[in-house]
């Protein structure tokens, strides 16, 4: 598998929903596209999927009975494991799996409306999700105590934790990297999408996270900061967190307008969480889609 | 006199470990103060110290439980369910892991005031889908409870009790099986947790008077009721609900929702009523509040149609105490 190509078709397949469904998560699969493809391709050793390339239908929260759906067996059974953390990315990991060919094309279609397990905002029955985190800040806790988990019973595999910056915001995320350094984790490291944008307008206005190297390192962590879309940075500064002594955060500036004119001009005008098309973006975006 | 076991917790919880290899315990810097200090000098490997972070600590039993382990996390029962209660939730119970939580200090048992009486902590547990609720009435409960709870395949939330803590009970824990102690169907008292011990005195007091005096004593509150408390409560005139805990989400409001099904006995909530409560010992806490033997006392007369008068002459003894729980190190 080509990085570049999964790259470009995260964004082809995202866009392509957000048409249809009139709405969606697209800047975020634009900005963080590299991140996603060259996991996928270079860093993660998962095995082969044990899910079907079309889910079945919703059939239950988990239950007593334990026969829900796992949104992890998209994802096989390791040595690694990819944790997903802000749920609201959930279409981005779906378009990924496509792209990836873990999960059927139609799937997109087919199993994005009511009763599918494509939700909007991705639940742990969800293709390729580990954990429901769309309460922002959960994922990461559950992946540290995994990753204690696997240290105290010798378990190989390095767990990837993707956050999003807003995420940043909430105390529950520095609770949870001290945790981790303080167990002396080396068997979880995090990929940060910075993207600077949340629901009500940039971060940098509303509530500033940075310097965010700085607060990595101050809570023990090895920090990474690189160009979050460019794909041969990635692979470098993942090769490098393996091999660190220490949890690793990679911290990918990202471009979430990266793919699409239209994107730009509402960045710049500081709307840019939840896309929903006017009519002159949706003729814009169309027509961008089929010169690709 | 009820026979009094010291920390009766701290080697059910080692002899727990001995057995189950997969079980670890997580604290909040309240390790010896929840008696889990035994543990974590047994099993160093399988204790961590997480912190004062209770939120990124109960994702991290998420996390353990996801992986095979048994996590076990002992606190203060505020701190166990009220600070972290979104990741319980999110990442507990609606998964529907295997997480042992325990909650020490319940109710007014502690003269930390506000912040650390746990008078909700029952109601925040009890309404999350997927989790069984226990209370602890005493030394065998606490000694037997971590056992009895080992195959539940779900999240449990056990209302605990350290310290010195009397023995009531020969029985081992079992869940869901209320403890039937004075059997009567004309006027039934239903207790939970710390108040058994008085509960049982003062009943057993008026028996002479009252021989259909009932008493049981509630140690699984959710799922509420076995087949035999069932079947007192239907045959009951008036049902006396003793609880140290905010009445609209505790023992009443569980009893209350079986007599909207299956009405039929008047209903009496001896408890916290809709009030936040302040510190102070635990004698003097119980009697401002009204959930003393006196006031089960009055309860009980009233329930037979008889008048008990008021003695209130214990306020100035009360007023005299300055040490506030002297069983344990920080007084709490």
């Not at chain 2, 056992?147 to 824990?173: A, N, T």
Request: hydrophobic share 45%.
């Amino acid at each position: 598998m080509n990085s570049g190509s999964v790259a470009s078709e995260i964004r082809l397949l995202a866009a392509e929903w957000t048409i249809r469904a009139n709405g969606g998560y697209l800047a975020q699969a634009c900005g963080s596209a590299e991140i996603f493809a060259t996991l996928y391709c270079d860093v993660l050793d998962l095995s082969p999927s044990t899910a079907p390339l079309i889910p079945p239908k919703f059939e239950s929260v988990p239950n007593s009975f334990r026969n829900e759906i796992r949104g992890e067996s998209w994802l096989g059974e390791g040595p690694d494991l990819f944790v997903l953390s802000p749920a609201h990315y959930g279409t981005t990991q779906y378009c990924a799996l496509v792209a990836i060919g873990r999960l059927d094309k139609k799937a997109l279609t087919s199993e994005s409306g009511d009763g599918g397990l494509l939700e909007l905002i991705a639940a742990e029955h969800s293709p390729g999700i580990v954990v429901s985190s769309g309460s922002l800040a959960t994922a990461l806790g559950v992946s540290v105590g995994r990753a204690m988990a696997r240290k105290i019973k010798n378990i190989p595999g390095n767990i990837w934790v993707f956050l999003s910056d807003g995420e940043l915001q909430e105390g529950a995320t520095w609770e949870s990297l001290q945790l981790a350094s303080s167990q002396r984790l080396k068997n979880i490291n995090i990929i940060v999408d910075v993207n600077g944008m949340q629901v009500d307008g940039r971060m940098a206005q509303l509530m500033p996270i940075e310097p965010i190297v700085d607060k990595f390192e101050a809570f023990g962590w090895n920090a990474i900061e690189i160009d979050g879309n460019n794909l041969e940075a990635i692979r470098i500064a993942c090769l490098a967190a393996k091999n660190s002594n220490l949890p690793t955060a990679i911290i990918c500036r990202t471009k979430p307008w990266l793919g699409f004119s239209f994107l730009k001009n509402r960045w710049d005008n500081n709307k840019l969480h939840f896309i929903r098309l006017t009519e002159d973006e949706r003729q814009d975006l169309i027509s961008e889609i089929k010169s690709l | 006199m009820n026979k009094i076991i010291v920390k009766p917790f701290a080697s059910a919880l080692v002899k727990h470990g001995t057995v189950h290899k997969n079980v670890v315990v997580v604290t909040n810097d309240l390790t010896a103060s929840c008696e889990a200090d035994e543990f974590a000098s047994t099993f160093p490997d399988r204790f961590i110290s997480a912190g004062m972070a209770e939120q990124g600590l109960v994702l991290a039993l998420s996390g353990l439980a996801r992986e095979g382990l048994i996590p076990i996390f002992p606190s203060f029962a505020v701190f166990t369910t009220r600070r972290p209660y979104e990741q319980i939730a999110l990442t507990i119970a609606y998964p529907n892991l295997p997480v042992r939580l325990f909650g020490f200090l319940p109710g007014l048992t502690t003269p930390g005031g506000v912040s650390h009486q746990a008078i909700d902590d029952i109601g925040l547990m009890k309404q999350l889908p997927n989790m069984t609720v226990i209370e602890a009435a005493d030394a065998t409960d606490m000694e037997t409870v971590i056992d009895g709870v080992f195959d539940m395949p779900g999240p449990v939330y056990m209302r605990s009790l350290r310290g010195m803590v009397p023995r009531l009970f020969k029985e081992p824990f079992e869940v869901g099986k209320s403890r039937e102690i004075f059997a009567g169907d004309r006027v039934l008292v239903l207790v939970t947790g710390a108040l058994t011990a008085m509960a049982i005195e003062t009943v057993e007091s008026l028996r002479a008077e009252f021989n259909d005096l009932g008493l049981i004593c509630i140690n699984t509150l959710k799922p509420f009721g076995d087949q035999a408390l069932f079947a007192a409560i239907a045959k009951a005139k008036v049902v006396i609900t003793l609880e140290n805990h905010l009445v609209e989400s505790g023992l009443a409001s569980a009893t209350a929702m079986r007599l909207a099904k299956f009405p039929g006995p008047t209903l009496v909530t001896i408890g916290i009523q809709d009030t936040f409560t302040h510190g102070g010992s635990y004698e003097y806490l119980l009697k401002y509040y009204a959930i003393d033997a006196n006031r089960l006392k009055k309860e009980i007369f009233y329930a037979y149609g008889k008048f008990l008068a008021s003695k209130d002459d214990d306020w100035d003894l009360l007023a005299k105490r300055i040490e506030l729980n002297a069983n344990v190190a920080e007084g709490l």
